[in-house]
């Protein structure tokens, strides 16, 4: 199947599974991880550290840090779940079948080293482990490669379409969250930070779109 045909189908299934409500939790928790996660490297790259996380049945979550710079931990939760959704996506779709099955139990792993060295509670730790077994299940039942990597394809649009869709719920009038943080740091608006994560996603998307264009035309050859 042509490669930007396959990124169409798997964006459309994600978007229809969405508003499948109980069996769109373990995929939006899995956009929940990243970014939570991503708030917690930005405090570990900038001189701080993770205290824990938490991860909420509804898809929200928390990442508790010490130290870092306060500007970049705030802004790197929606900036960090796109961008590592379109490295999860992109590196699924250029990876062999056997590959990829790697990289599930790579990143399965990475879930339960999370889990043990950041959660804290018994929520955190029960959707810790459903992301988790959405990558090892496949493998234990020894799912036909092929369908392995579709079903990681899959999770990466998800990841992408929910970071796409998360900024904008905080254009909801209250002083909470990421983008009031930004506002109060920056002075500017919390809409120009939703703006920017928004242009951030789409962004993401397209870089996807052109990568997979050139996968799919090959090099020239004279």
């Not at 373990?26 to 570990?44: K, N, R, Y």
């Amino acid at each position: 199947m042509n490669k930007r045909i396959e990124f169409i189908a798997l964006m459309l299934l994600a978007m229809v599974v969405s508003f499948l409500p109980f069996v769109s939790w373990p995929f939006m928790w899995v956009q929940t991880f990243f970014h939570e996660i991503s708030h917690g490297l930005a405090a570990i790259l900038t001189g701080g550290n993770i205290s824990s996380i938490e991860l909420h049945i509804r898809g929200s979550g928390v990442c508790y840090t010490q130290g870092g710079m306060r500007f970049i931990v705030a802004f790197s939760g929606y900036f960090g779940a796109a961008v590592c959704g379109m490295l999860f996506y992109l590196s699924v779709a250029g990876m062999g079948h056997n590959k990829v099955r790697v990289f599930s139990l790579v990143f399965g792993s990475l879930v339960v080293f999370s889990l043990v060295m950041w959660a804290r509670d018994l929520i955190t730790i029960l959707i810790m482990l459903v992301i988790a077994a959405l990558c090892f299940v496949p493998l234990i039942n020894n799912w036909h490669p092929r369908l392995v990597q579709y079903f990681m394809q899959f999770i990466g649009c998800y990841i992408l379409l929910d970071a796409l869709k998360t900024p904008l719920y905080l254009i909801d009038g209250r002083s909470f969250g990421d983008g009031e943080t930004l506002s109060k740091l920056t002075h500017l608006p919390e809409i120009v930070w939703v703006l920017v994560w928004e242009a951030a996603a789409v962004m993401c998307l397209y870089l996807i779109w052109k990568q997979l264009r050139a996968v799919a035309t090959g090099p020239v050859t004279p």
